[in-house]
């Protein structure tokens, strides 16, 4: 059984101001306690975990040296963020963390002053932090931005292209790049730090100053010569000149668990920097608790857990994950065309590719966080007669529109893309909700749009994504388990555009696209019970639609309900857009298209999420009895 651990000296720090007070000396053991806060607070309500533990000597050397919120830390992703919510007075709803009514799990302007950026998806803070170091410097204002980036985020374009933007422009901006992965270099014990010291002391920025004026008036060629000799000359010594030709002043690496290397090189650097300066820092991700030190990967995301034992408190599941489902399908798949290839995100695990690789080692390729480059990868690959997968969550997908459109839609290129986590994901609440994809897809001319109804149908999909060859296709499926049909061994080839009748009925047809499906029968069964017995179809394509289905549907019932999981535009506004050309509407019908409403959904169950927007069973059935005038029959629908 959990306990409240004891935190003498955290109870001490309700604001960052609070840690002014603490001495040097005992910075160690608060972060003992500011840990032990943070595993015991995330035992109870599940969340990010891994990359927090490793922050919290770094969290708390930031704010006890910065004025925060005056000097503004923004972090990257938000993953990490959890220490620094417990210190920036929000500790009192730690365990409301990822709840309904609770905290983000991510960075979040609304909830506090000292969010100054929200973050939930990946290489932004660079970017976002020079804006606010300009607009600092044309304010004339003497506040200090700081950027903490993962090395894992240091993988996509945009960082690359904030870092190059922050050199030419000379700001004053503070990049802590948090290495805990050892992916570029690991910390040369104490004369590293000694460097690390010394190249951030006054003596050694003032004369580096000093002397980019001086050979500034001996011209331009001797300048650069000059300066570019010194930084390669430092760079030797102190690594860093892919930074230093950026035009960063690179200091490190320095044991970001370490107070002693931390505390002076921070100061210093808040003291005496004039430019951009990279500060790198190695940790280790899961630091000061044993089962996230020994397996990082699965303590990333947790669910609650048992402090003492680590075990993870997980339910059960009554079906196979849709995740799951896909990684089996496509391996069947790929074990009959070798052509088939996977390509993922920096999402392995999250897309189930992990699987796919461990069968097909040569055919899976993980380009790191970079969703452009990976659908313009896909392209390539497409144009050379292989047909990749690009497993993509919705919400990341986002990140590739352009490339979607250019390098894929118009040259009209094979390229499947499996989209995960489609619709709402509960806790990771509206920044990684699933909402835009059949939006942002079905509007380009040339594309398949699909969405599988269950875990059977998402096999059928799989195949017939590998069999399709005339150009791109997608097909979408939500986070969780199926709803436990009864899965084939293979999937098998769809007809393009063709969609199937589920139910039939009478006044009343309800057509879904997706996992709703479950929903839309048992609210067949409410409005059958009611008398009015409903037609159910499960539409399959929003692009190309099924016009004899929707005919059949429009022609024979006084009402239509369209049930998705995605936002306005999306199959509902192609369904309407077929029926007002056909004239179908002016016979009548009684059309009534369920979307997620036009907000962005704050965090809860699932299911929850669901009911408030109206596509569960009951507001199936209400929007029924309201199309047909029968508000007085809502009463009677079933709990």
Known sequence: MNHKPETPLLDRVRLPADLKD????????????????????????????????????????IHKVFDTPKDRLIFDVGHQCYPHKILTGRRDRIRTLRQEDGLSGFTRRAESEYDPFGAAHSSTSISAGLGMAVANALEDGDRNVISVIGDGAMSAGMAYEALNNAGALDARLIVILNDNDM????????????????????TYMGMREFGKKLTAYLGKAVDRAITRAVEHARGYVTGGTLFEEMGFYHIGPIDGHSFDHLLPVLRNVRDNAQGPVLIHVVTQKGKGYAPAEAAADKYHGVSKFDVITGAQAKAPPNAPSYTKVFADALITE???????VGITAAMPSGTGLDKFLEVYPDRCFDVGIAEQHAVTFAAGMASEGYKPFAAIYSTFLQRAYDQVVHDVAIQGLPVRFPIDRAGY???????????FDTTYLATLPGFVVMAAADEAELKHMVCTAAAYGEGPISFRYPRGEGVGVDLPERGTVLEIGKGRMIKEGG???????????????LAAEDLDAAGLPATVADARFAKPLDHDLIRQLARHHEVLITVEEGSVGGFGSHVMQFL????????GLKFRPLIL???????????????????????????????LGAEDLIATIRA
């Open 22 to 61: 603490i001495e040097d000396r005992d910075m160690p053991r608060l972060a003992s306690e500011l840990r032990d806060e943070m595993i015991d607070a995330v035992s109870v309500t599940g969340g990010h975990l891994g990359a927090g533990l490793g922050v919290v000597e770094l969290t708390l050397a």
């Open 183 to 202: 992916s570029i270099a690991p910390p040369t014990g104490a004369m590293s730090a000694y460097l690390a010291r010394l190249a951030s002391g006054r």
């Open 334 to 340: 790929a074990a009959h065309d070798d052509k088939i």
């Open 425 to 435: 994901v509960g806790a990771d609440g509206p920044t990684h909700a699933g909402s």
């Open 507 to 521: 006044k009343i047809a309800i057509l879904s696209f997706g996992t709703r499906l479950a929903e839309c029968m």
């Open 580 to 587: 007002s050309h056909e004239g179908l509407l002016d016979a």
């Open 597 to 627: 409403p036009d907000y962005f959904m704050e965090q809860a169950k699932p299911e929850a999420m669901y009911a408030h927007a109206g596509l569960d069973r009951r507001g199936i059935v209400e929007t029924a009895f309201r199309a």
